[in-house]
C-alpha cells in the first residue's frame, strides 16, 4: 500500500509563497496521478491541483497564476509551489496519488495546516 508523507506546511503572511512536498512510499504498483487538495471546517475537500505522469495538469481556477504544480516521476514525489498567499488559502492540504487499473486505487495523505494570515 501507498504511504504519503506530505511537509511544507505552515504559517505565513499574505503574499508570501509556500512549497509543499508530497512523497509516495511502499507501493512497488505505478503512481499515474498526484495531487493536492484542500479542505476547511464544514466544507467538501476541493481540488487544487493534479499532475499526470506525462506532465498534464489541472488546476483550479481560483489558485491558477499563482500555485503551480510539478512532479519527479523518478521519486513519486510531487510538489505545490504556492505564491501570492491569500488569507482564503488556509486550509489543510491533503496529498493525493491515484493507480488507474482494475480496480483504481486511491491514496491520501494526513494533511498539513496551511495557515495564511493578513
Known amino acids: 500500500q501507498v504511504q504519503l508523507v506530505e511537509s511544507g506546511g505552515g504559517l505565513v503572511q499574505a503574499g508570501g509563497s509556500l512549497r509543499l512536498s508530497c512523497a509516495a512510499s511502499?507501493?512497488?504498483?505505478?503512481?499515474?496521478?498526484m495531487g493536492w487538495y484542500r479542505q476547511t471546517p464544514g466544507n467538501q475537500r476541493e481540488l487544487v491541483a493534479t499532475?499526470?505522469?506525462?506532465?498534464?495538469?489541472n488546476t483550479a481556477d481560483s489558485v491558477k497564476g499563482r500555485f503551480t504544480i510539478s512532479r519527479d516521476n523518478a521519486k513519486n514525489t510531487v510538489y505545490l509551489q504556492m505564491n501570492s498567499l491569500k488569507p482564503e488559502d488556509t486550509a489543510v492540504y491533503y496529498c493525493?496519488?491515484?493507480?488507474?487499473?482494475?480496480?483504481?486505487?486511491?491514496?491520501w495523505g494526513q494533511g498539513t495546516q496551511v495557515t495564511v494570515s493578513s
Open positions: 499532475i499526470t505522469g506525462g506532465g498534464s495538469t
Open positions: 493525493n496519488a491515484e493507480s488507474f487499473g482494475l480496480p483504481s486505487r486511491t491514496y
Open positions: 511502499g507501493s512497488r504498483f505505478s503512481i499515474d496521478a
